[in-house]
T-cell receptor, first 111, second 109 residues
Framework: SQTIHQWPATLVQPVGSPLSLECTVEGTSNPNLYWYRQAAGRGLQLLFYSVGIGQISSEVPQNLSASRPQDRQFILSSKKLLLSDSGFYLC??????????FGSGTRLTVV | GQQLNQSPQSMFIQEGEDVSMNCTSSSIFNTWLWYKQDPGEGPVLLIALYKAGELTSNGRLTAQFGITRKDSFLNISASIPSDVGIYFCAGQRAVRDIFGTGTRLKVLA
């Protein structure tokens, strides 16, 4: 069966520090991968998506970046975090038009 | 980016009551999806709708694909405390689905 792993679950980082969030998928190949951010009690904001290795589409210009070094690995990064980067980050995968499967999320607090 | 409009934005209901929420779009979709997000978790797919006019149930949940293909509805019957969370609709696109703004449901025991 397919599973998605996202870590860490929570993270507290100082302003100006780097960020690396990792997401991996098991049990499928060539999935579409997504990074979303959710402010407290709000909707889902798509940050990046990828349809294949090395292919990244950015939805929102900001100080975040994404990479897909392997077929089932998706990484969200920042060189210098801002206070406004705080939020709940969700990774998701899809394949074949059957909806998205989301990870359990990373709650990032920038202090 | 584009988002679908969901209403109501939030609602408090008494346990045992039925709940209705909807999702509207200015664009046509061929597939509608409904997700539920429990507090502190990622959204989970509840129901998928593939045909205009289709009515699909999943336990106490019933969803309908609007005949115009520009809207969808979700009903929850006899609500219970664990129904609390945020409900998202989504219209499916080839690569990137479009999500709704969410309906936050709070159930009073």
């Amino acid at each position: 069966s397919q599973t998605i792993h996202q870590w860490p679950a929570t993270l507290v980082q100082p302003v100006g520090s780097p960020l690396s969030l990792e997401c991996t998928v098991e049990g499928t190949s060539n999935p579409n991968l997504y990074w979303y951010r959710q402010a407290a009690g709000r909707g889902l904001q798509l940050l990046f998506y990828s349809v294949g290795i090395g292919q990244i589409s950015s939805e929102v210009p900001q100080n975040l970046s994404a990479s897909r070094p392997q077929d089932r690995q998706f990484i969200l990064s920042s060189k210098k975090l801002l206070l406004s980067d705080s939020g709940f980050y969700l990774c998701a995968w899809s394949r074949g038009g059957h909806g998205y499967t989301f990870g359990s999320g990373t709650r990032l607090t920038v202090v | 980016g584009q988002q679908l409009n969901q209403s109501p934005q939030s609602m408090f209901i008494q346990e045992g009551e039925d709940v209705s929420m909807n999702c509207t779009s200015s664009s046509i979709f061929n597939t509608w999806l409904w997700y539920k997000q429990d507090p502190g978790e990622g959204p989970v797919l509840l129901i998928a709708l593939y045909k205009a006019g289709e009515l699909t149930s999943n336990g106490r949940l019933t969803a309908q694909f609007g005949i115009t293909r520009k809207d969808s509805f979700l009903n929850i019957s006899a609500s219970i405390p664990s129904d609390v969370g945020i409900y998202f609709c989504a219209g499916q696109r080839a690569v990137r689905d479009i999500f709704g703004t969410g309906t936050r449901l709070k159930v009073l025991a």
